[in-house]
């Protein structure tokens, strides 16, 4: 169902003013706040930040009068910037709690939280892909729509990294770590075999986050991401395809604004079609849901972009018989106008 235009009008400034705080939040310039040591009767700078939850210092320069001149004005900027942080957080949670009375969906605060320390540390935003269904659940604001409950419910965080594009960290984040500093109850899931690393976690309630990586050619064990999570992923079938085009989003958490990065929702609804094809008899729910997903958001692609969707969809059938069997399968579960209008 489109939610009314107010609303709409209301995410988008709302998303605006997420990614602007965000970009106050992560600049390039890294080195932290700045601290004087003197050495041998001499004064210098150092940069000091936290790494890995760890105090680490880098030198910056000598002490002179025009380096004392350039951090006196950087520290001034900063105390500025911080000031306007604090006005920004401030309308987006009030206009978070507009939008959930708008009858957006928002994120309970564990889930928000999780998602939160992700983002901060660009694994969902500007590194990975979230995925699975909270990337669903991001295409309501950007969309304009208002899902059923159903098609939200979810307990799993699913992020995807691709090791052939994903550009390694100058200090690779530690997932475990990062997820533990938000639930100290999160542990590893073991693999089901020994040549299969971790490649999940749960913590408090059930919450899951599980790291994927695309599947191509024979499966032979984990996706080792040392350099990007300290950590595996486990290779999925498909997912390069879903991961080819992806956009900005922002989910919504009792806080404010969560910046993501998720498949283009033309691409999320054909892999759903595929992804229920390919499920057993004992996942009825899970394609059942699928369904229900790929259905939605390709009605609302007709609409709002069926060339995107047309594309992605000729793209995925000319990747062999077992792809167009999969997506013929699925498509007979969908309305007959559905049907009628992605036979390209």
Avoid at 29 to 54: I, M, P
Avoid at 144 to 171: C, H, N, S, W, Y
Wanted: aromatic residues 8%; charged residues 25%.
């Amino acid at each position: 169902m489109e939610i009314d235009i107010a609303v709409r009008t209301l995410f988008a400034e709302f998303q605006e003013a997420v990614f602007r705080r965000f970009e106050l939040e992560h600049p390039p310039d890294e080195s932290g706040t700045f601290v004087s040591k003197t050495l041998k009767g001499k004064k210098y700078w150092y940069g000091q930040r936290y790494v890995d939850g760890k105090m680490v210092q880098k030198y910056h320069a000598p002490s002179t009068p025009q380096n004392d001149h350039d951090i006196f004005n950087i520290r001034k900027d900063r105390q500025g910037k911080k000031i306007l942080l604090r006005k920004l957080l401030a309308d987006e949670q009030n206009r978070a709690a507009m939008l959930k009375r708008g009858g957006l969906p928002i994120l309970d605060p564990l889930t928000s939280s999780v998602l939160k320390a992700l983002s901060d540390a660009l694994l969902i935003y500007k590194g990975g892909v979230l995925v699975g269904s909270y990337a669903f659940w991001a295409y309501a604001g950007m969309l304009g729509q208002r899902f059923e409950g159903g098609l939200l419910k979810t307990l799993d965080i699913d992020m995807a990294f691709d090791p052939l594009v994903a550009m390694p960290l100058e200090v690779p984040v530690s997932l475990l770590k990062l997820l533990k500093s938000v639930d100290e109850h999160f542990r590893e899931v073991p693999g089901f075999l020994p040549k299969y690393s971790p490649h999940s976690y749960i913590g408090l309630h059930g919450l899951r986050v599980d790291v994927l990586a695309p599947l191509r050619g024979k499966h032979r064990g984990s996706v080792r991401l040392e350099k990007i999570i300290g950590a595996a992923a486990e290779p999925v079938r498909f997912l390069d395809f879903l991961m080819k085009k992806s956009v900005s989003a922002v989910l919504i958490g009792p806080g404010g604004g969560i910046p993501v990065t998720v498949p283009h929702p033309a691409r999320y609804a054909v892999h759903k079609l595929i992804v229920a094809a390919r499920r057993p008899v004992t996942e009825s729910s899970k394609r059942a849901k699928d369904i229900a997903q790929a259905g939605t958001l390709i009605d609302i692609c007709l609409k709002e972009e069926p060339a995107e969707l047309k594309n992605a969809f000729r793209e995925a059938q000319k990747e062999g018989k077992k792809w167009r069997a999969y997506l013929l399968q699925s498509l007979k579960r969908l309305p007959t106008e559905t049907q009628a209008a992605l036979s390209v």
